[in-house]
């Protein structure tokens, strides 16, 4: 089955600064999916990786897919309190429309 | 907006007790939803797969008549957790997909349940 690993696990950053957020899959990535969730709620979609080379940028957070290395990095820019949250990637199995399988998360905490 | 919404957010309940979650699809009909489980500081594992008008497709490991699920519209899907224990405590989140290529989930709030 498929796995995603996510590194680092958890990231504490100081406002204003940059990081970046790696998601690598033991398979074939069909489409790769960044989420961010706050502790105890739901999942917010934040982007949508479908192809090598992609890459995407929502305000100050920018997604890529390296699609030979089976790897998306998120990278965000100028790091605010806001920002602070879980992050996690979701792949598709096997095939689009069934269930993502999701990494494990990544902790960013910003500190002001 | 919410594209779907799960209801209720939060329940307490005595051990023994009957739990239902309803998931409603809010702005597409959803033919397939999901069903995730997540614990404190882990990700979302994968429950089952409710499917409309047919039975749901579990898990490995998970128990069918522990976690019943219907889906009986386009737009709702009910997980009830039956006669729950503490050891059910825990953190639901469903989510719905659309149709056709690849489409993101959108997931409903969860509902954190704790059984005393």
């Known amino acids: 089955s498929q796995e995603l690993e996510q590194s680092p696990q958890s990231l504490i950053v100081q406002e204003g600064k940059n990081l970046t957020i790696n998601c690598t899959s033991s398979?074939?990535?069909?489409?790769l999916y960044w989420y961010k969730q706050k502790y105890g709620e739901g999942l917010i979609f934040l982007m949508m990786?479908?192809?090598?080379?992609e890459e995407k940028s929502h305000e100050k957070i920018t997604a890529k897919l390296d699609e030979k290395k089976q790897q998306s990095s998120l990278h965000i820019t100028a790091s605010q309190p806001s920002h602070a949250g879980i992050y996690l990637c979701?792949?598709?199995?096997?095939?689009?429309?069934?269930?993502?399988?999701f990494g494990k998360g990544t902790t960013l905490s910003v500190s002001s | 907006g919410a594209v779907v919404s799960q209801h209720p957010s939060w329940v307490i309940c005595k051990s023994g007790t009957s739990v239902k979650i309803e998931c409603r699809s809010l702005?597409?009909?959803?033919?397939?939803m999901f069903w995730y489980r997540q614990f404190p500081k882990q990700s979302l594992m994968l429950m089952a797969t409710?499917?409309?008008?047919?039975?749901?497709?579990?898990e490995q490991g998970v128990e069918k008549d522990k976690f019943l699920i219907n889906h009986a519209s386009l737009t709702l899907s009910t997980l009830t957790v039956t006669s729950a224990h503490p050891e059910d405590s825990s953190f639901y989140i469903c989510?719905?997909?659309?149709?056709?290529?690849?489409?993101?989930?959108?997931f409903g709030d969860g509902t954190r349940l704790s059984i005393l």
């Open positions: 409710s499917n409309e008008g047919s039975k749901a497709t579990y």
């Open positions: 979701g792949a598709d199995n096997y095939q689009a429309g069934t269930a993502l399988i």
């Open positions: 702005d597409f009909q959803a033919t397939t």
């Open positions: 398979k074939t990535l069909y489409g």
């Open positions: 990786l479908q192809k090598g080379g």
């Open positions: 989510s719905a997909r659309k149709t056709g290529g690849n489409q993101p989930q959108h």
